[in-house]
């Protein structure tokens, strides 16, 4: 590469300069144009001089970096939303973005995003009696032949891999994938009642892992609608250990990994009836220490019955012979 081409500035301090341009320019601009936030704390960050830098996003998922004075920030815990008031200012540097926010004032607001999310349609739910749908137990499942799934989850979905993997353990499973929009609740509350619409033995709703906001979807009344008006059972295996959603409480069945909730699918169908019957023409039992086939104790019994009959006719037919040998030599 020739020497023209080479870069004779370092990155990093092209932007701290432009930036510090852009400040001298805009700065007071932004000073006067004040705003109201509501947002949930993400991280907290102790920085120097009295300030720290705390990371939120709001309901739509968007994040920011703040920059608070140390005595607005002492009361502020993650996964909890808070009301800031104040003003936008150009950045230091590409780490954290061209713009923060320097909050003047900061109340609390509530909870998380996500948990008043669900309190808020749990409300709902359980006024519509959405969550006491009957769990099925899975009990006719043992021994089926064949079972369809139909997979409802994005078409790009590592969790299909997963799950594939999983079924190859047990002949007779088929799928259909059902590919929906993960982030939308109508695209997914839709491929649930087309799932349901089809020739699916079951339905499984799954996706892998992401940050909290993303499975605030599995939280809204559509999806949980279309999981209760289903005619065949559903189960879910949404993200990860933490991810408890509203979806997983409507289902028949939740596990916490798409790779768990196919686990739990494969082990409730057991082997096929076939195979049962197989292994029962097939079975011996096999003593430990002799490694010969155990006699059931009733064939046992059977041997000893026909081996006293044998002695005691036996007996007879001697004791008759001898009586006979008697009255001849007389």
């Not at 701290?16 to 601009?29: A, C, M, P, T, Y």
């Not at 003003?87 to 008043?116: C, D, N, W």
């Not at 065949?232 to 916490?256: K, M, W």
Request: aromatic letters at 10%; glycine letters at 6%; a neutral charge.
């Amino acid at each position: 590469m020739s020497n023209s081409l080479l870069s004779k500035d370092n990155l990093s301090e092209v932007y701290k300069r432009e930036l510090k341009e852009i400040r001298n320019i805009v700065g007071n601009s932004l000073e006067q144009r004040m705003y109201t936030i509501v947002a949930e704390v993400k991280y907290i960050n102790e920085g120097r001089f009295g300030t720290n830098f705390v990371t939120v996003f709001d309901e739509n998922g968007t994040e920011i970096q703040m920059k608070v004075v140390e005595h607005l920030s002492r009361g502020l815990e993650r996964e909890k939303t808070y009301i800031f008031t104040g003003h936008f200012e150009v950045g230091y540097s590409a780490e954290f973005g061209a713009l923060q926010f320097k909050p003047r004032q900061i109340e609390s607001f509530g909870s998380s995003f996500r948990t008043m999310q669900q309190q808020a349609v749990s409300k709902e739910l359980i006024e519509s009696q959405y969550l006491n749908k009957y769990k099925n137990d899975f009990s006719s499942f043992l021994g089926k032949q064949a079972c369809h799934v139909a997979l409802v989850t994005s078409g790009q979905s590592k969790a299909i891999h997963d799950v594939e993997e999983v079924f190859k353990r047990r002949p007779g499973i088929v799928k259909s994938i059902h590919r929906v929009r993960l982030n939308d609740s109508k695209s997914i509350a839709f491929g649930i009642f087309e799932a349901s619409e089809s020739t699916a033995d079951v339905i499984m709703v799954v996706r892998g892992g992401g940050k909290d906001t993303d499975f605030l979807v599995f939280d809204s009344v559509e999806v949980i609608q279309e999981i209760y008006n289903t005619s065949i059972p559903v189960i879910t295996g949404l993200g990860h250990t933490s991810n408890l959603t509203l979806a997983d409480q409507a289902a028949d069945r939740c596990e916490t990994t798409p790779t768990k909730a196919a686990q739990f699918l494969v082990d409730r169908l057991g082997d096929t009836v076939f195979v049962i019957q197989e292994k029962k023409a097939n079975y011996k039992t096999y003593d430990i220490n002799t490694a010969l086939p155990v006699v059931s104790t009733t064939k046992k019994k059977r041997k000893v019955i026909i081996i006293w009959s044998v002695v005691i006719f036996l007996s007879i037919v001697a004791l008759i012979l001898a009586l006979l040998t008697s009255s001849l030599g007389r």
